[in-house]
C-alpha cells in the first residue's frame, strides 16, 4: 500500500499564495485519480481539484478556478497544488487523496480514497 505524505500550507493575508505538495509514494499508476480537498470548520470535506493518471481529467471546483493549479510529476511522485489570489473562504484543513483503479477522473471518482495527514491553511489579516 502506498503513503501520502503532505507539506507546505500556512498562513497568508488575503491575495497571497501558498504550495501544497503531496509525496504520493506508492500511488502512481496508469488507473489512479489525485486530488485536494479541504474542510473549513463545521462544513463538510469537498473537492477542490482533482488530476487523473498522465495529468489528464484535470478538474478545480467552481470556487478555485482560475485561482489554484494542480500538477502531478508522475516521475517524482509528487502532486501540487499552487494556491494564487486566496481568500479568507479558502480557510480549512486541505488533504490529499488517491483513488486507485479509476480509468478516468472525477470528484465522484473518489468513493473509498486514501488521505494525506491533513495540512491547515489559514487565510486572514
Known amino acids: 500500500q502506498g503513503q501520502l505524505v503532505q507539506s507546505g500550507g500556512g498562513s497568508v493575508q488575503p491575495g497571497g499564495s501558498l504550495r501544497l505538495s503531496c509525496a504520493a509514494s506508492?500511488?502512481?499508476?496508469?488507473?489512479?485519480?489525485l486530488g485536494w480537498f479541504r474542510q473549513a470548520p463545521g462544513k463538510e470535506r469537498e473537492a477542490v481539484a482533482s488530476?487523473?493518471?498522465?495529468?489528464?481529467?484535470?478538474r478545480y471546483d467552481r470556487s478555485v478556478q482560475g485561482r489554484f493549479t494542480i500538477s502531478l510529476d508522475s516521475d517524482r511522485e509528487s502532486l501540487t497544488l499552487e494556491m494564487n489570489s486566496l481568500k479568507p473562504e479558502d480557510t480549512g484543513m486541505y488533504y490529499c487523496?488517491?483513488?486507485?483503479?479509476?480509468?478516468?477522473?472525477?470528484?465522484?471518482?473518489?468513493?473509498?480514497?486514501?488521505w494525506g495527514q491533513g495540512t491547515q491553511v489559514t487565510v486572514s489579516l
Open positions: 487523496a488517491a483513488q486507485t483503479s479509476r480509468p478516468y477522473c472525477t470528484f465522484a471518482s473518489f468513493s473509498a480514497p486514501a
Open positions: 506508492g500511488y502512481i499508476s496508469s488507473n489512479v485519480c
Open positions: 488530476i487523473g493518471s498522465n495529468s489528464r481529467d484535470i
